[in-house]
């Protein structure tokens, strides 16, 4: 069975860095990407970037661009997101969800998603 | 960027009604078009994709149209555990949008 499983739950100080990761498991490591999606309480679902498990290759939600770094590693099929410089309204429920492998792909729906992980930013 | 905007934004209905979501995209994105159910405290399961292709293990109930720039989301009698709120998603172009979400409830 195809499943993205993400590390727990993180408090963080404004300022300060988080890193989530989600490890693929039930299918082969290569040929898929990972969109990160977040949700913030009361609010709707925000696209934030997207990396390719393959290439490495990414693309960031532009309010995100210079905060935020993603990476992949192939051998273990995990994912990483990292967020800096965070600030009280990062708040939020942060999901990665399988996606394409390549930035041309026109299959990008995002299934299966991981279980969510709560980062809450608080001083 | 594509934007999303669906309508209505809150949706009060009954346990056996048929419920139709709409999502118009500020722009032509063919048919690179899906929905979600999102429940509280439960991550975002996809509903349809291609605009109209039902997930692996979608009930027959829920039904997507449109292309181009409109699309719908049907639910032909709403079960209890379809209280939740949806969410349409462009993947025609980058970035990839959400719509605003439909919250259905009783």
């Known amino acids: 069975q195809v499943q993205l499983i993400q590390s727990g739950a993180e408090m963080k100080r404004p300022g300060a860095s988080v890193k989530v990761s989600c490890k693929a498991s039930?299918?082969?490591?290569?040929?898929?990407?990972v969109s990160w999606v977040r949700q913030v309480p009361g609010q709707g679902l925000e696209w934030m970037g997207w990396?390719?498990?393959?290439?490495?290759?990414?693309v960031f939600a532009e309010n995100l661009q210079g905060r935020l770094t993603l990476t992949a590693d192939s051998t273990t099929g995990t994912a990483s997101m990292e967020l800096r410089s965070l600030r009280l309204d990062d708040t939020a429920v942060y999901y990665c969800?399988?996606?394409?492998?390549?930035?041309?792909?026109?299959?990008?729906?995002?299934?299966?998603w991981g279980q969510g992980t709560l980062v809450t930013v608080s001083s | 960027e594509i934007v999303l905007t669906q309508s209505p934004a809150f949706l009060s209905v009954s346990p056996g009604e048929r419920v139709i979501l709409s999502c118009r995209a500020s722009?032509?994105?063919?048919?690179?078009f899906a929905w979600y159910q999102k429940r509280p405290g439960q991550a975002p399961r996809l509903l349809v994709y291609?605009?109209?292709t039902r997930a692996t293990g979608i009930p027959a109930r829920f039904s997507g149209s449109g292309s181009g720039a409109a699309f719908t989301l049907t639910i032909s009698s709403l079960q209890s555990a379809d209280f939740a709120v949806y969410y349409c998603?462009?993947?025609?172009?980058?970035?990839?949008?959400f719509g605003q979400g439909t919250k259905v409830e009783i």
């Open positions: 969800a399988h996606s394409c492998s390549n930035i041309n792909c026109r299959n990008d729906w995002f299934d299966p």
């Open positions: 039930g299918y082969t490591y290569t040929n898929f990407g």
């Open positions: 990396v390719s498990v393959d290439s490495g290759n990414t």
């Open positions: 722009q032509d994105v063919s048919n690179d």
């Open positions: 291609g605009a109209s």
């Open positions: 998603q462009q993947y025609h172009d980058w970035p990839r949008t």
